[in-house]
């Protein structure tokens, strides 16, 4: 079955320290997305990738950094100069920016202690 | 600035109609998504609108006036598990969804 995975589902980390979150996809999609969802909020986006080896940061791209080596994997590292990181991680893909529907991941919450 | 207003909360009985507005100023646009988001889960396409006019997809249909800026997201014969969060979000000139808050339906029996 084609689609995303994203895991841990749960994760808890200390204040100050780094943490990565997988993405993965085997759709074959070009376009990979990172939101993040706040209570009381829209998703807001975190950076996006439309090719392997290219990505842009979107509206809240401070204390987060990605990386895009392959066509399947968008892994989204939280660090610590992320001054407010707990929040639930929503990944996306799509076949490209234009006019697609984003198939999204199962998310990741991610609390910091 | 980019804005989408939507109701925070709406609720339906079992069975009837429901229509979530979504109003939209953006910096271009390049069509309109409706999402499904069950608590805790990840959204779910519902549908797209680009032109003007209704999409009709089984109980779920959306309307898009661009000249308002204006859709809506009607869903019939409801049923408990449409209980959820209903997300609308355009799609900017710079191709990048724009997204509302979301509204939650609630169900009653």
């Known amino acids: 079955d084609g689609g995303i995975t994203q895991s841990p589902k749960y994760l808890f980390r200390k204040e100050g320290q780094n943490v990565t979150l997988s993405c993965e996809q085997n759709?074959?999609?070009?376009?990979m997305y990172w939101y993040r969802q706040d209570p009381g909020q829209g998703l807001r986006l975190i950076y996006y990738?439309?090719?392997?080896?290219?990505?842009q940061k979107g509206d809240i791209a401070e204390g987060y950094s990605v990386s895009r080596e392959k066509k399947e994997s968008f892994p989204l590292t939280v660090t610590s100069a992320q001054k407010n990181p707990t929040a639930f991680y929503l990944c996306?893909?799509?076949?490209?920016?234009?006019?697609?529907?984003?198939?999204f991941g199962p998310g990741t919450r991610l609390t910091v202690l | 600035g980019q804005n989408i207003d939507q109701p925070t909360e709406m609720t339906a009985t079992e069975g009837a109609i429901v229509q979530i507005n979504c109003t939209y100023q953006?910096?271009?646009?390049?069509?309109l998504f409706w999402y499904q988001q069950h608590a805790g889960e990840a959204p779910t396409f519902l549908s797209y609108?680009?032109l003007d006019g209704l999409e009709e997809k089984g109980r779920f249909s959306s309307f898009l006036s661009r000249s308002k800026g204006y859709s809506y997201l009607l869903l019939k014969e409801l049923q408990m598990k449409d209980s959820a969060s209903y997300l609308c979000?355009?799609?900017?000139?710079?191709?990048?969804?724009?997204w509302g808050a979301g509204t939650k339906l609630i169900i009653k029996p």
């Open positions: 609108n680009v």
């Open positions: 990738s439309q090719i392997v080896n290219d990505f």
């Open positions: 996306a893909s799509s076949m490209g920016l234009a006019g697609n529907e984003q198939f």
């Open positions: 979000a355009v799609m900017d000139s710079n191709y990048q969804l724009i």
């Open positions: 759709l074959n999609h070009d376009a």
């Open positions: 953006t910096s271009g646009f390049n069509g």
